[in-house]
Every structure is written in structure tokens, then in C-alpha cells.
């Protein structure tokens, strides 16, 4: 700005052509470069305070991500105790067929058993 006065009053001594106005115009231009060049720098701003907010939702992030993966090992763990307690009902039931169809076998051969043998 004092630059600017300046040459606004050499304007009033001297023509826009003389080589002080030259001077200040020069002057004047490289300030303004300077001064565009500041305005097209990105300012980078570092935090170096921790957010507790940040740090806060952090940890809870990893607690719901651990008890997610446990659930999931717990649910896995629970569908392979389900799939082993079927094949056990399953091994059951078809015992317990085989059981009473020997027992059927049983009693039948008991049966004929004591129809061939004499009575005293």
C-alpha cells in the first residue's frame, strides 16, 4: 500500500514513462507475484493432539470387531456340535431299529425254539 501512494504521488511529479515510476511499477509487480504465490500455497495443518473422540470410537470400532469375529468362531463352534449331535441322533435311531428288529428276531426264533422242543 505505502508503494502504491508513493507512486500515485511521483504520478503527480513525474510521467507514467520515467524511470522512478519504472522502479515502483517493478517493485509493485514483484510484490504482487509474491504475494500471488502465497495465496496459491496450500496451507498443511498437523494435529499433534490426540482426539479422545477419535480414540474414543477407535477402541470401540476394535471391541465390536473382536466380539463380531468371536460370535462368528462361536457360531461356527455351534454349528459343527449341531451337525455332530444329528449324526448321533441319526446313529441312534437307526440302532434302535436294529435293536428292535432283533429283538423281533429274538422272540420269533424263541417262539419256534419252544414249539420244537418237547414239553415234559
Excluded at 515510476?21 to 496451507?43: G, M, W
Amino acid at each position: 500500500m505505502q508503494l502504491r501512494a508513493e507512486r500515485a504521488e511521483l504520478l503527480t511529479r513525474y510521467q507514467p514513462t520515467s524511470e522512478r515510476i519504472k522502479q515502483i511499477d517493478a517493485k509493485l509487480a514483484s510484490e504482487e507475484k509474491i504475494l500471488d504465490n502465497e495465496d496459491n500455497l496450500e496451507v498443511n495443518e498437523q494435529l499433534t493432539d490426540v482426539n479422545p473422540v477419535w480414540i474414543t470410537l477407535q477402541t470401540d470400532l476394535k471391541q465390536a470387531s473382536t466380539a463380531a469375529s468371536s460370535g462368528k468362531a462361536t457360531g461356527e463352534e455351534l454349528d459343527k456340535q449341531i451337525d455332530a449331535a444329528k449324526q448321533q441322533l441319526s446313529l441312534l435311531v437307526n440302532n434302535g431299529v436294529d435293536m428292535e428288529r432283533l429283538q423281533r428276531q429274538v422272540s420269533s426264533d424263541s417262539d419256534a425254539y419252544q414249539a420244537y422242543v418237547p414239553q415234559n
